[in-house]
Structure formats: C-alpha cells, structure tokens
C-alpha cells in the first residue's frame, strides 16, 4: 500500500483528525446533556446537530472556490481554531445557563470552522501525489474518520471520569474544556506547512500547463444531478444517523462510556474501510465498489437496532464500514467531473454530504419520535440499498473529462 511522503498531506491529516475529534464529540455531549443536564427531545438533538452540519455544508463550495485561488493556509488553521473555540463556548453555556437556544447558536456557528477546513484539506490532499489520489485522499479521510470515532470514546470516557455518579444538573465539564488544547498542533502546523497564496499560485500555474486537465470550469449537470442523488440517499446513513447511535442505546440503558465506544467503532471502521476501499476505486470500477459497499451494508443497519450485546458491535463495525467506505471515492469522483477546480468541487460534494447528513438527521430525529429509533433505523436501511445501485448509473472513468 502506497504511503505518502509529502510533509504537507500529514499536516493535513493532524488538522482533519483534530478537527473532527470535537466535531464527533457533538452526538455524545448532548445525550449526557439531556439526561438531566438540559433535557432535550430526538427533535431538538436532531435539530441542533443538523444545523451545525448544514451550516459547515452550505458554506463549503464558498471556502473551496477560495482555497481554489489563496491555497487556504488560513482557512483551514483558522477553521479548526474556531471550531474548538466554540465547542468550549456551547458546553459553558448550557452547563451555566441550561438554556437550549443558547446551546444551540455556538454550536451551529462552529460548523463554519469545519466547513472552511474540509475543502482545503482535500484540495491538498488531491494535489499531494496525483498519481495516488484515490488512496490518497482515502488516508485523509481516514485520519478524519479516526478523529469521528475517538471523539465520542474520548468524550464518553472524561464524562464517565468527571461524573462518576452519572448526569447531574452540576455535571463536571472541566476535562473537556482542557482537551481544547490539544489543537494547538494541528492548527500551528497548518499556518506552517500549508502554502501561502505566492506558492499556492505557482503550483496551479504548472496544473494549467498540463493540457490533460480543462482549462475552463465545465460542469457536466446529468452526471453531477445523478452523483447528488446517491449522496442524498447514502446521507441518511453517512453521516445522518450517526448522531442518534449514542441516543438508540442510551436508550437501551448503555452509560456514556459503552454508547460513546460503540459509535467510535462505527467511525474507525469507516476509516480503515475507506483506506480499502480507496485503493481499490484506484484499480477497479468505482461505481461497482460503492455498489457492493452500500448495498451489504444496508443489511447489517437494517439489523443493528435489534440486538442489545457483542453482536451491536460486529454489527455497527459492519454498517459503519461498509456504508462509510465509499466517502473518498465519492469526493474523487466529483474532483474528475471538475477537474480545473478541485477545491470548488470538494467543497461542493462535502458541503451537500454534509447538509443532506444534516437534513437527514433532523429527519430521522422527527421521524423517530413518532415511530422508534429502531424502526427509523430500519428504513434507513432501505434507502442506503437504493443509492448503492443508483452507482450503477454514474458515468465510467472513461467517459470523464
């Protein structure tokens, strides 16, 4: 398996990790908030989380047009500072006012700073070795992915260690607010190593010298329309209902510990899976192995809600992996139908993965208040089967520009 050397891709990688450490953190601080702490309904949880994702996912496209033409040094760094910087604000505020919409308006906010990072960090993740992008860009969404999976672990480990006697209105946050610091390096690194906007332009001037990559920004629409509908199918399940994978075993009676590792299970096999799956868009058909990576996986969420002991894990390492795998191969596909402006096109298909994830979670939180997480779940599975043979209709590597 190829590794890539550029000092710049791991840069990258620290900052994708950090910052979605404290994204995941999210699903898992506002279960334990609303056991006593601020009681909050499915649809208020659904509700804050979605916003979050949509307000990173409608900005996307504007910060990967940018990073396109500055190369982004401050996008990214200054992103993943005003994430964590936020997170801190919304717990101190709910914890010292037990106000939702308090809650709720720093929380939302914080989704910019991931929305600035995203398209910048695949840009330069893309550009790094092109004759790797797929596996590439697979590892970076790995370090990502690992980042989603050890916040909701490391979130419900300091809470179990701060509250030893659970959820209680005077809940102990301190250790969260200490881990904060930890993004000092990833944020230092990128204003080191990411390039400035001299050095940045330099290196597209020699991509326009390449006459193998269009000069002018063409958007084939019918491919695109095609691709944006899988995405909205899969989003349901990626990252749609992750958030309510700590709620649907709360439920079951898991403490914060249990719900918080077994949601980190989900995401680390997303990555790793990623990583696979990657490699292998780098020397099969694409759209058959987004095909066969949704459509199994769509049996074991169709399954997950119904079992309540080891077997929830084997179960959520399979749904997590098997629908999360095809992540990176979606954001280089949409980079080859664009490929004279890379940022723009990650911005673009991470900010409508994110916001049909987030849409899909308000869904699934309205939804299941009337009928179930389990049933919701269920259903969910179904239209993570649709969308992996809706891959079957994306245009070949052959016929991209």
Request: glycine share 12%; net charge neutral; aromatic share 12%.
């Amino acid at each position: 398996m190829h590794v890539p050397r550029k000092r710049l891709f791991w840069v990258i990688g620290l900052g994708h990790l950090t910052n979605d450490v404290f994204m995941s953190m999210s699903s898992v601080i506002l279960a334990f908030l609303s056991a006593s702490v601020l009681p909050m309904t499915n649809t208020q949880i659904g509700f804050a989380i979605s916003a979050t994702q949509l307000a990173g996912a409608l900005s996307q496209p504007f910060f990967g047009w940018r990073a396109d033409r500055s190369g982004g040094r401050w996008l990214a760094a200054g992103g993943v500072a005003w994430n964590v910087s936020l997170f801190v604000l919304a717990i101190f505020l709910a914890v010292t006012t037990h106000e939702y919409w308090l809650l709720f308006i720093p929380l939302v906010l914080r989704g910019l700073g991931s929305g600035a990072f995203h398209p910048v960090g695949s840009l330069h993740a893309a550009e790094a070795e092109r004759e790797h992008v797929a596996g590439n860009m697979a590892l970076f969404f790995l370090a990502g992915q690992m980042g989603l999976a050890i916040g909701p672990a490391l979130a419900g480990f300091l809470l179990d260690l701060a509250n030893p006697a659970g959820p209680t209105p005077d809940a102990n946050f301190a250790p969260l607010f200490a881990l904060a610091l930890a993004a000092i390096p990833g944020v230092l690194g990128m204003v080191l190593y990411i390039p400035n906007h001299e050095a940045h332009r330099d290196n597209m001037d020699e991509l326009d010298a390449d006459k193998s990559v269009a000069p002018v920004l063409a958007i084939p629409w019918r491919a695109f329309a095609i691709l944006g509908l899988l995405v909205g199918l899969r989003s349901l399940a990626q990252p749609g209902s992750v958030a309510f994978i700590p709620v649907l075993f709360q439920q079951k009676g898991w403490d914060p510990a249990q719900y918080g590792l077994i949601t980190s299970f989900f995401w680390v096999a997303a990555g790793l899976s990623g990583v696979y799956f990657g490699h292998l868009a780098d020397r099969y058909d694409r759209r058959r192995v987004i095909m066969w990576s949704l459509v199994t996986g769509a049996v074991a969420y169709f399954l997950l809600p119904l079992f309540d002991n080891a077997l929830a894990f084997v179960l959520a390492i399979a749904a997590g992996g098997l629908t999360g795998g095809s992540h990176s191969i979606i954001v280089v596909l949409a980079q080859e139908l664009i490929p004279a402006s890379k940022g723009f096109a990650s911005g673009a298909i991470l900010g409508f993965i994110f916001g049909m994830g987030a849409l899909g979670s308000f869904i699934i939180g309205s939804i299941s208040d009337g009928i179930g997480l389990g049933t919701t779940f269920q259903l969910v599975a179904f239209s993570t089967a649709l969308a992996g043979l809706l891959a079957l209709v994306l245009p070949s590597r052959e016929e991209t520009p």
